[in-house]
C-alpha cells in the first residue's frame, strides 16, 4: 500500500505517502494534514515522517490530540517531535536532532535537543503528555525561513563551543 489517509477526531486528515527507500531496507513516509476550511499543513509533506509501515500501525499512532482537538503532537520514526496548532495551522518543534558540519576542521557533530528560540516558553497537554514548548508557533507556509534562521544561529553556538580553539 502506498498510501495511508487517518482521519482525527477534531476532523482533520492525516495523508501518509510512501516516498520510498531512503536508506538500506527504511521506506520513508510523509505527512500532509488536510483540515476544515480548506486548511493544510503541508511542511511534512518532504520529510520522512514515519519508516516501514506498510501496515498502516505507526500512522495511526503517530499523532495524539489535546481533550479538544486544538492541539496535537507529533512523533516520527526519527525521532523527532512536533507540536501542531489545529486551529491556527501552525507547528513548532519539540525535539530534533541538529547535525552541523565543519568543514575547516574536517568534523562534524550531531545533537538531539529542545530547540529554544526567542524566549518562547508555553505548556502544551495532549493525551498522556504535557509539553514545554520554548520554540514559537509558525504558519505552516513561514516555518522554513524561522527554522533556517534558528539553524544558523545554532550552528554558529555549535561553532563556538565544539570548534573553536
Known sequence: ???????????WIAEFENQG??????????LVLQGPHQK???????KIVVVNDDDGTQA???????SDGVYGYLSTGLDYGW??????????????SIFHRHD???????????????RTREYISVTGKHIYLTFPFTKDEDFPKVWEEYLLIRRR????????N
Not at 500500500?1 to 476532523?11: E, P
Not at 495511526?60 to 490530540?65: D, P, V, W
Not at 507540536?83 to 530534533?96: E, K, L, Q, T, Y
Request: aromatic share 14%; with cysteine; hydrophobic share 35%.
Open 1 to 11: 500500500m502506498n498510501k495511508h489517509q487517518i482521519t482525527l477526531s477534531n476532523g
Open 21 to 30: 527507500e531512503f536508506r538500506m531496507s527504511a521506506e520513508g513516509w510523509n
Open 40 to 46: 493544510s499543513i503541508q511542511y511534512f509533506k518532504d
Open 60 to 66: 495511526r499512532s503517530c499523532i495524539r490530540l489535546s
Open 83 to 96: 507540536v501542531i496548532d489545529f486551529a491556527r495551522g501552525m507547528i513548532a518543534p519539540h525535539r530534533v
Open 104 to 118: 575547516g576542521y574536517d568534523e562534524s557533530i550531531s545533537m538531539y535537543e529542545q530547540p529554544a528560540f526567542k
Open 157 to 164: 553556538q555549535l561553532d563556538e563551543l565544539y570548534f573553536r
